[in-house]
C-alpha cells in the first residue's frame, strides 16, 4: 500500500508536468499541500519529492522548498562512474563512446549551411598553440569536445553529454597532463583538422582526424 501511495505523488506532479501546470523552475506545492490534496501520508511525499531528486528532476533549496528542475545528467553521470567501479564498463568502452559522439557531430555540422562559421567559432576555443602548459591543453581539449556537441542543438546529446564528460575527463586527465609538447601540438592541429572538415563539409576529414585523436589517448 505504501509504494501505491508513494507512486501515486509521482504519478500526480508528471501529470502536473505534462498539463503544463508546473514548469522547469516553478516551485513545487509544499509536502503538506500535496499530502492534503493527495490524501497520502507527508512521509510518503518525502519519499516520492526524494526520488524524483535522485532521478534530478527535482532541486531542494533550503528554506524556499523544492523546484522542478532538470539535471538528468548528474544521476547519469553517477551510473556511469558506478559501472566503471563494479567493472560492468570500462574507460576504453567511454573513449569509443566519446569518439563516436563527436563523428556524429561533425556529421551533422559538415553537412549545414552554416559550417563555416561553425568551424570558426571552435577555432576561437583553441587560441594560440600550447607550449609546454599540459593543464592547458587539457582544458582546451575538454572545451573543444564540448562545444562540438553543443553546437549541433541536440539536447538529448547534450544531456549524455554532460553526464560522460566528467567520468571520461577524469580518466584521461593524467593521460593528457603526461603528454609531450610534440604529442600536445598533435592534438592541436588534430583540432584544426576536425574544423577544416566541418568548413570544407568533409565528414571523412573529420573522421580521420578523430580517430587519430582518439588513438592517441
Same mark, same amino acid.
Given at each position: 500500500m505504501e509504494n501505491k501511495e508513494y507512486q501515486k505523488v509521482i504519478d500526480y506532479i508528471c501529470q502536473e508536468i505534462t498539463d503544463g501546470r508546473i514548469k522547469i523552475g516553478d516551485r513545487l506545492p509544499t509536502e503538506r499541500l500535496l499530502s492534503e490534496q493527495m490524501g497520502v501520508s507527508r512521509n510518503c511525499v518525502r519519499e516520492a519529492l526524494r526520488s524524483m531528486e535522485t532521478f534530478g528532476m527535482i532541486e531542494c533549496r533550503q528554506g524556499s522548498g523544492n523546484y522542478l528542475s532538470c539535471r538528468m545528467s548528474e544521476p547519469i553521470s553517477e551510473i556511469f562512474s558506478m559501472m566503471l567501479l563494479l567493472g560492468a564498463t570500462n574507460m576504453e568502452d567511454v573513449k569509443m563512446f566519446r569518439m563516436e559522439l563527436d563523428k556524429q557531430a561533425c556529421r %551533422?555540422?559538415?553537412? #549545414?549551411?552554416? #559550417?563555416?562559421? !561553425?568551424? +570558426?567559432?571552435?577555432? %576561437?576555443?583553441?587560441?594560440? !598553440?600550447? @607550449? *609546454?602548459?599540459? $593543464? $592547458? +591543453?587539457?582544458?582546451?581539449?575538454? #572545451?573543444?569536445?564540448?562545444?562540438?556537441?553543443?553546437? $549541433? @542543438? *541536440? #539536447?538529448?546529446?547534450?544531456t549524455i553529454a554532460d553526464a560522460i564528460f566528467p567520468v571520461y575527463r577524469k580518466g584521461i586527465k593524467d593521460t593528457l597532463m603526461d603528454v609531450s609538447v610534440e604529442e600536445q601540438q598533435r592534438f592541436y592541429e588534430l583540432h584544426r583538422e576536425i574544423c577544416e572538415g566541418i568548413k570544407n563539409g568533409s565528414f571523412e576529414q573529420c573522421e580521420q582526424a578523430i580517430e587519430e585523436h582518439y588513438q592517441l589517448l
Open positions: %551533422t555540422l559538415a553537412a #549545414r549551411a552554416d #559550417r563555416a562559421d !561553425i568551424a +570558426a567559432e571552435l577555432l %576561437t576555443i583553441l587560441g594560440e !598553440i600550447p @607550449g *609546454n602548459d599540459s $593543464q $592547458q +591543453a587539457v582544458d582546451a581539449d575538454a #572545451r573543444f569536445h564540448y562545444e562540438l556537441l553543443q553546437l $549541433q @542543438g *541536440n #539536447r538529448m546529446w547534450m
